[in-house]
């Protein structure tokens, strides 16, 4: 069927979203950067184990948590990302000895520093995810997805340009 203008749309049959349905239609884009050690194992877990998740997450994997700078995060947010997710090994179990304190701290400050910033720091989150919690990291990512739907469409990336 050759379409060539709006009134053949209609007669075609095909529905154009509206205003209101693509609000309840809002698919949040979501950047998870996952330590390859636990979190992106956990990932592997779940998928191998045809766990159900949201394929709303782009996953990112890092060596360890402790090498996801704020910049990064910050520049997903800029870019067009709804939220951040950092993955790492559960405190006392990073295959780099504090590399998840590490980030941890670094990110409880990038936190402190968008609230400050009257922006919404509920958009990043940090997990602790072992490698041998498969069914942890789907429920996680349902949850994070979930909350990232009620937000709604986030504001970084329509008051900034990167």
């Given amino acids: 069927m050759n379409i060539q203008s709006s009134d053949n749309i209609d007669s075609a049959g095909v529905d154009l979203p509206t205003e209101n349905s693509r609000e309840k239609e809002f698919e949040p884009v979501l950047i998870g950067f996952f330590c390859k050690w636990c979190t992106s194992a956990a990932a ?3 998928g191998t184990t045809r766990l159900q998740y949201p394929p709303n997450i ?5 060596t360890c948590s402790s090498s996801v700078d704020p910049v990064y995060v910050i ?11 950092v993955g790492g090994c559960p405190p006392g179990d990073c295959h780099y000895g504090s590399g998840n304190l590490i980030a941890r701290r670094r990110l409880a ?4 520093t968008l609230k400050a910033l009257g922006l919404d720091e509920d958009r990043v989150w940090v997990r602790w995810i072992s490698a041998a919690e498969g069914p942890k990291f789907a429920r996680t990512m349902r949850e994070f997805t979930e909350a990232m739907k009620k937000k709604g469409p986030s504001p970084f990336k329509n008051s900034w340009s990167v």
């Fill in 44 to 46: 592997d877990l779940a």
């Fill in 58 to 62: 782009r996953p990112i994997q890092v």
């Fill in 75 to 85: 520049r997903a947010l800029l870019s067009g990302a709804d939220g951040v997710i």
């Fill in 109 to 112: 400050v990038l936190k402190t």
